[in-house]
């Protein structure tokens, strides 16, 4: 499971005013915790809280400073996932992200073939968020098939089918679902999944075990990566059961432990 800590993201208070402020203390605290919480990656994301790109490389150098840990670049703002790309200093980068808009397919693969980077597509475009399992699929076809004609092997694409909010959207569950069993038979190899997992359960009483359960009922239908809140055991755990459970991984009485050890992190 490629685990992508979502937490250097200035949505977060503290993150937004250490990108204002230029202080890196937030930013290393939370660089340190999700590396040593296992993440594969960590998403960097400025987000609302510049408008500046050289903004995006001050973050992604205080990461790297921080931690050895791959990168997520994360960015609407084509300027500042350039920026962000920049400043890697040679280590494994995500490029998140793209949209299906044609428009953006062909500003962003570029930078993802010169960076020779991994990169997540988003299943939207120029018409908004897919509300059915056709559009989805449609919509991630077209990012896969933009992607790997321009050289960017199966492995190194990450399809997202969009993960609505439970609370307001309970009858998308079935769709995302469905559509990432689709995006499976795509190719093969077929592309890497991710969701954004804490979007299922924003505003609910009952976080946790919706975002839980949906985690697993979805790496059973074949979702391989997340951006998720890697700090939270519980949820960790949840990916090591279900990697077992899919018979991913060989049993044994410490596999959480070996899970985390594997990962990179922490035992």
């Keep these: 499971m490629i685990l992508i800590g979502e937490r250097i993201n ?3 208070k503290d993150i937004a005013n250490a990108i204002r402020t230029k202080d890196p203390t937030a930013v290393e605290k939370w660089a340190v915790a999700q590396a040593e919480a296992g993440a594969t990656y960590l998403d960097v994301n400025i987000g609302a809280a510049s408008r500046d790109p050289a903004d995006m490389a001050w973050l992604v150098e205080t990461v ?4 050895p840990t791959k990168i997520s670049v994360d960015s609407t703002k084509i300027e500042a996932i350039e920026a962000g790309l920049d400043a890697i200093d040679g280590r494994g980068v995500l490029v998140n992200s793209t949209t299906a808009d044609p428009g953006k397919l062909e500003k962003i693969i570029p930078l993802a073939v010169k960076h020779e980077a991994m990169l997540l597509g988003l299943a939207m475009d120029e018409r908004g968020s897919p509300q059915n399992v056709e559009r989805r699929v449609e919509n991630g076809a077209m990012v896969f098939m933009a992607a790997t004609e321009a050289g960017i092997p199966p492995e190194r694409i990450v399809l997202d089918p ?3 909010p439970i609370k307001f959207m309970q009858e998308q569950v079935p769709n995302v679902l469905e559509a990432i069993e689709q995006y499976t038979h ?3 190899p077929p592309p890497h999944i991710s969701v954004g997992l804490s979007n299922i359960g924003s505003k609910t ?3 946790g075990r919706i975002v839980r359960t949906f ?3 979805a790496m059973a239908r074949g979702l ?3 951006i998720l809140d890697v700090c939270d055991e519980e949820t960790i755990a949840a990916v090591a059961t279900a990697e077992l459970m899919l018979n991913q991984e060989i049993y044994s009485d410490s596999y959480i432990r ?4 594997k990962a990179g992190g922490s035992a």
């Design 186 to 188: 795509l190719s093969d």
């Design 205 to 207: 009483a009952e976080r």
């Design 258 to 261: 070996a899970f985390r050890i």
């Design 10 to 12: 200035a949505g977060f």
């Design 64 to 67: 790297q400073k921080a931690v």
């Design 162 to 164: 969009i993960l609505m």
């Design 224 to 226: 391989d990566a997340a």
């Design 215 to 217: 985690l697993v009922m």
